[in-house]
């Protein structure tokens, strides 16, 4: 037979006290003139663990509690597949915090898709009711979902970058601008003066960011930008080799042993005749027999400290009674950026000189293109 579940109104007539009374109990604390007593709250709280009764954390919320649930809602796929795990470190950050914070976490994975993205509008807004803020992470999210939460007041971090009007919109994101200008900076020492970029020319912030960065550091040694569409891998390295460019930085987005391989193929080694610099961690996992230069991304530190400022918020809209006075945090709380790391790899080399690369170039066609001697000393019909 299915076990009875223990209700408020059990608790209150195991204790002798009235349903508002165990209320009272469960929140902490009592309305102005009311005043519970010690021996009444032990009553309470012996008749809770006799009854094994636990309050239903939705109905809480309903009345105005909170939780102590906070939720993690992307715009993309979350879990894993065909080896891209986008994700994963965020979660790991998240879940670290929330371990530390007390907290639970509570995964949105149910809103609608719309055009290959989810979507929080029609029910999604009652769903995310149940927790008492929201991370929000994705490369494509709704400005206008956005905007919706920041007008109704409720809390909410973007786990990166994020530019709103006014400001209002808290996150914790990655200086990709000071990182990418960083590489720029390690390849000029090194030499190299015909620099490309190999990435997508997207609108969102991460890529506007990167892009950024790499345009003020070629301007400030007055250097032209190159940039290469990778698109099609063998075409993009193709361009790489005509354009002669010694050092290429490539976005996330890529394959960097993609392109590793379709540069070779033209007689391009990496790095010996051309540096490739990564922009943060590849999307997609390589082989691990090359250690790539350029700069990480700290994913699981900026989901914990997402959701470190997310309780922050939730703390200070319990307090005040209303989630807009959480922008009384101060700026350097409400907008983190974080540094990312430098990764000492091996596929930054020192800029060969050009009539060296391009004798290489001629040397790797010949040997292409030659017959083949046969082992008699006579040219192989077969070349």
């Known amino acids: 037979m299915p076990r009875h579940r223990s209700t408020q109104a059990d608790v ?30 032990k009553r309470v709280l012996d008749a809770i663990r006799i009854t094994g009764y636990s309050a239903n954390p939705v109905a809480q919320s309903l009345a105005g509690g909170r ?42 994975t149910s809103a609608r898709v719309v055009d290959g993205k989810r979507r929080l509008s029609r029910d999604g807004w009652q769903r995310l009711g149940i927790a008492d ?67 997508p020319q997207s609108a969102d912030q991460s890529t506007l960011d990167r892009v950024e960065g790499y345009r ?11 940039f290469v569409d990778l698109h099609d891998v063998p075409v993009g390295a193709e361009e ?33 005749d051309v540096s490739m ?6 999307i997609h996992p390589g082989r691990a027999s090359r250690r790539w230069s350029g700069f990480t991304v700290p994913r699981e530190e900026m989901g914990a400290r997402a959701l470190v400022l997310l309780s922050r918020i939730v703390e200070r809209e319990a307090a005040s009674g209303r989630a807009s006075d959480a922008t009384a945090l101060d700026d350097a709380d409400l907008h983190q950026i974080l540094d990312c790391p430098d990764v000492d790899g091996d596929s930054l080399a020192p800029a060969r000189d050009a009539d060296d690369r391009a004798q290489a170039l001629t040397t790797s066609a010949s040997t292409e293109t030659a017959p083949a001697a046969s082992p008699e000393g006579t040219l192989s019909d077969h070349a």
């Open 12 to 41: 209150a007539a195991m204790a002798g006290v009235s349903q508002s009374t165990v209320s009272f109990v469960l929140n902490g604390n009592a309305p102005i003139g009311v005043r519970i007593s010690e021996e009444t709250r």
């Open 240 to 272: 790489i080799a005509e354009r002669r460019l010694t050092a290429i930085l490539v976005a996330p987005e890529n394959s960097p042993d993609e392109l590793a391989d379709a540069l070779e193929a033209r007689g391009l080694r990496v790095p010996h």
């Open 133 to 199: 803020g929201c991370l929000l992470l994705g490369q494509h999210e709704d400005q206008g979902e956005l905007q919706h939460l920041l007008d109704t007041n409720y809390p909410f971090v973007f786990v990166g970058k994020r530019i709103s009007e006014g400001r209002l919109l808290p996150y914790v994101g990655a200086d990709y601008i000071t990182a990418t200008t960083r590489q720029v900076e390690h390849l000029i020492a090194s030499g190299h003066r015909r620099i490309g970029y190999a990435g």
């Open 67 to 108: 939780n102590q649930i906070l939720g993690v809602f992307t715009y993309e796929t979350t879990f894993p597949r065909g080896g891209r795990d986008f994700y994963g470190p965020f979660l790991v950050g998240i879940e670290h915090a929330a371990e530390q914070v007390g907290v639970d976490i509570l995964l949105f």
């Open 277 to 282: 610099l990564l922009l943060g961690q590849p």
């Open 216 to 226: 003020q550091a070629m301007r400030a040694h007055g250097l032209p930008p190159r």
